[in-house]
C-alpha cells in the first residue's frame, strides 16, 4: 500500500519560513517524478514544484525564488523549503508521485495534505 504522509504545516507570521516533508512507503521516490501542489480555498489545484528523476526541478512562478523542492533518496522523503512565505501562500499542501512506465502504465499517488497558514 502506497503512503505519501506530508508534515511540518502550521501557522507563521509573513516573511517566515516552514519546511514541508513527504515521507513515503510503498514506493520508492527515486524512479518516480515528485511534487508540491497546493489549493486554497475556493481555488483549483496547482503544481508549485517538481523534481525529476534526474534532480531537475520546476517552479511556479508564484513560489520561484522563495521556495526550494529536495529529495532524499536514502530516506525516501521529499521535502520543500518554503521561505519569506505570504499571506497568499496560505494553502492545504499535497506531496504527489507520479511514474509512467515503459509499458505506458501511470501511477499517481497523492498524499492526504498539510495546512500552511500565514498570517499578514
Known amino acids: 500500500q502506497v503512503q505519501l504522509a506530508e508534515s511540518g504545516g502550521g501557522l507563521v507570521q509573513a516573511g517566515g519560513s516552514l519546511r514541508l516533508s513527504c515521507a513515503a512507503s510503498g514506493i520508492t521516490i527515486s524512479i518516480f517524478t515528485m511534487g508540491w501542489y497546493r489549493q486554497a480555498p475556493g481555488k483549483q489545484r496547482e503544481m508549485i514544484a517538481r523534481?525529476?528523476?534526474?534532480?531537475?526541478?520546476n517552479y511556479a512562478d508564484s513560489v520561484k525564488g522563495r521556495f526550494t523542492i529536495s529529495r532524499e533518496n536514502a530516506e525516501n522523503t521529499l521535502y520543500l523549503q518554503t521561505n519569506s512565505l505570504k499571506p497568499e501562500d496560505t494553502a492545504v499542501y499535497y506531496c504527489?508521485?507520479?511514474?509512467?512506465?515503459?509499458?505506458?502504465?501511470?501511477?499517481?499517488?497523492w498524499g492526504q495534505g498539510t495546512q500552511v497558514t500565514v498570517s499578514s
Open positions: 504527489n508521485a507520479q511514474r509512467r512506465t515503459v509499458f505506458g502504465d501511470e501511477h499517481n499517488y
Open positions: 523534481i525529476g528523476t534526474d534532480g531537475s526541478t
